[in-house]
């Protein structure tokens, strides 16, 4: 499945200062029963994001007007617990096509590259910095340029580069997931397969 082309991103950000963020609270287990990737943005942190009766709880993050933005802005440790796919899903499903934290477990961090959604892993002291300017300033633009591996503070003007996988890299860069790769080098596969004796 393709998906959009991840090169520079500006945005603001949407600031969930909570370490240990687990999969399940990403999206909760009884919402796994679809196939498809589609509508799992409706229940992203369900139960953060709505009380017993389906209403909007006012004092959670992603339902205060005040912030918006394609980053999310994770505590450390963000995407433990199980491997479900579905936390990535409901992630881009949302809207977020970029998460910033200090650490990420390393399966959700593979899930997200694998669907067009970068994982950008900073040091704690610049993730941090990263809070205090949104607190300041709700309204901050922050850039993330995939190309160059740099994620910037544009009010500060204050920047800290990040490694990613090469092979991630480029395919986040051409909107590619596997299988979209191995398409890609069809031409190449059957060039080698065509001179390979078997």
Not at 124 to 145: A, C, D, M, R
């Amino acid at each position: 499945m393709a998906y959009d082309k991840f090169n520079i991103l500006k945005s603001r950000a949407v600031p969930l200062k909570i370490e240990n963020v687990d999969t399940d609270q990403i999206i909760p287990a009884r919402f796994l029963k679809a196939v498809e990737r589609v509508g799992f943005g409706d229940n992203l942190f369900r139960d953060w994001r709505y009380d017993q009766k389906g209403k909007l709880k006012n004092d959670f993050i992603l339902n205060n007007s005040l912030y918006e933005g394609k980053i999310l802005v994770g505590g450390k440790n963000f995407g433990s617990g199980s491997s479900r796919e579905h936390a990535a899903w409901a992630i881009y499903d949302y809207g977020f096509r970029c998460v910033i934290s200090s650490f990420f477990a390393d399966i959700f961090k593979n899930n997200c590259m694998n669907i067009g959604v970068l994982p950008v892993q900073v040091s704690e002291s610049f993730l941090q910095k990263i809070f205090k300017n949104i607190e300041l300033n709700p309204k901050s633009n922050f850039e993330v340029n995939l190309l160059e591996q740099k994620v910037s503070i544009i009010d500060t003007k204050e920047f800290e580069l990040f490694e990613i996988n090469p092979y991630k890299k480029e395919n986040l860069l051409n909107g590619f997931d596997d299988i979209d790769y191995l398409i890609n080098l069809k031409d190449q596969i059957s060039a080698f397969a065509n001179k390979t004796p078997f």
